[in-house]
């Protein structure tokens, strides 16, 4: 049972789903023989062993584990799980650390960490990573990952994920629930955390809407306006692709909607995406029910429509942009981007290369971080490790929530996003359009 603890990342520790291969169940162990004895003969031309989880790396064939990422501090390094954790054997701090939860002698164990009053001889013996004279003790605001839920309905509001189930016999823990660690989650630095802030070892949840990875309850706790459980069993808020909406991480203006960031975090680089004024411009989550979109009232609420995705974008550039049947010299002057015989007309698909906020701009549905900055319709799905903003930006089929990188999916499942014919198999259980798509709540 102990695959019910650590639902997102468990799969990612073997060294199968470590490399990216094809799509689910078409050569995925082939693909990680292959890149394993191309790591083998790497080591053994540079004279020494592969390189360790954590180290720096350019790229996978230099490390043990097969997979280079590009972590919250937009650093390369060898990392072992697909979602973020340690592979038992693994060095360790926390038992947060570890996709098996126990963390023994500084190595990741099949050992689960001690729960509420069981005995401890130092922190790391503890789920909650506090060791007291009377054994482990809790902290924070809720139950971090691994501990003892509190018995009956509330189980699973106890826990920071929100989501607990039976582990060892009859023993309820809560469960882990993102590739980030979520807020209230055990940490030893921002990195690790959703919102890349960690204070007094726990995760801390920034201010205002929930950004990507966070537990939520329905689409308007999460700055995408995507709220939805992708497999796990756990809510949590979606990446929904092309420029990041208000409220989410960035690191360049160029990165958001409004295409202001607001750095929060110097050590990391890291701020918030800025709201767009004096409206939402292409791009930015909305409600449907609104003006808020350009140009504003009274036209704004047109501008609003439902993505393949089933989340709701603006399309228009600016609050200046023209409506259908005005006049027009230029396509950037037409809220539909398209001016056509001196009229705005309605909207057309953009060609490959040509400068988006969203897939269903593009022709070909995938609008990709552009090498120059910014975002661009790509031609084609994006290889492993290329730069992504959501799932059906890969080839793969998945876009790592940790380092926005296209890589191998966590599960067996074809994550949100990724291309389905049927339902049945999307880890979300909801396919439409061609497209697994999350039940949004």
Known sequence: MRALLVIVALAGCSRDLVVAGADAGSGRDAAADAAGDARDDSASEAGGACQAVGSACQSGVSCCSGRCARGIDGLLR???????????????????DCCSLGCVGGRCSETLCSVLDEPCAQPSDCCSNICGPGGCELGGTCRTAGERCVGGKDGDKS????????????????????????AGAVCTADAQCCSATCTAGRCEALAGCAVLGEVCKGRNDCCSKACADDGTGVKTCQGIGGCRSEGELCRRGDQCCSAQCTIFNTTLGLGRCAA??????????????????????????????????????????????????????AAAECCSQNCDKSKCADAICLADSASCAFGEQCCSGICAPAAQGGFACSAACLPSGASCGTNSDCCDGFCDVRSALCGAAPAGCIPIGGACGDSAACCSSSCAGGLCTPLLQ
């Open 159 to 182: 826990c920071c994920s929100g989501k607990c189930d039976k582990a060892d016999g009859d023993l309820e823990r809560c469960v882990a629930a993102s590739a980030c660690r979520v």
């Open 78 to 96: 060898c990392s072992s799980a697909s979602g973020g954790c340690l592979a038992v054997g693994d060095a360790c701090s926390t038992a947060a």
């Open 276 to 329: 767009s004024t004096p409206c939402k411009v292409a791009g930015e989550a909305c409600n449907g029910d609104e003006e808020a979109c350009c140009p504003g009232a009274p036209d704004g609420k047109d501008n609003c429509f439902e993505t393949a995705l089933k989340v709701k974008r603006c399309r228009a550039s600016s609050a200046t942009c023209l409506e259908k049947d005005s006049p027009c010299g």
